[in-house]
């Protein structure tokens, strides 16, 4: 569970919190830590040395859902992403999509994409960047869900360094 469990997703929000997340300092080194909220322990994100991650989004649970309701939960949950993209497409030009699956999830994975696999983020990246600015930041934009009875997540990943797998 995230922090953001129960809440509706908000397009102009989500792009708000990316926003403010651009601005943040990155650690440029040492150990990838997660962080939670204080009193539940819910995820809140996850730094490492040149990333954020963190969650936009979180669907309810999906446990007994299934067939036609399930289809509309995973539905609803592709259009928040998509809305999301149009609008970030809009302010920073075309994304390009960095796939997670297939070979990426067999070997060995560097930051931070080590974190991304961590946190059951395998969806794949809409990236943008370098954005324009006086730092130089890459964007990424995932949904996500660890197995089908779990929540889906939409995360984002503010990075120092492009987002790439090598």
């Not at 469990?5 to 440029?28: K, M, Q, W, Y």
């Not at 934009?141 to 929540?151: E, F, H, I, K």
């Amino acid at each position: 569970m995230t922090a953001r469990a129960g809440e509706s997703f908000d397009t102009n929000r989500a792009v708000s919190d990316i926003e403010t997340a651009l601005s943040v300092p990155l650690p440029d080194s040492g150990p990838t830590t997660d962080e939670g909220e204080p009193v539940t322990g819910e995820w809140t994100s996850t730094r490492g040395a040149g990333f954020l991650l963190f969650p936009l989004w979180e669907s309810e649970a999906l446990t007994g859902v299934y067939g036609p309701e399930w289809n509309e939960a995973e539905a609803r949950a592709e259009a928040n992403l998509t809305a999301l993209v149009a609008e970030l497409d809009t302010r920073w030009g075309p994304h390009r999509r960095v796939p997670l699956g297939g070979p990426a999830l067999r070997r060995p994975a560097a930051e931070p994409f080590a974190a991304l696999l961590a946190r059951d983020c395998n969806g794949d990246l809409a990236v943008w960047g370098p954005l324009p600015g006086p730092v130089r930041r890459w964007v990424a934009v995932s949904l996500n869900q660890s197995d089908g009875d779990a929540p889906m997540i939409l995360t984002a990943l503010i990075s120092d360094r492009p987002i790439t797998l090598m």
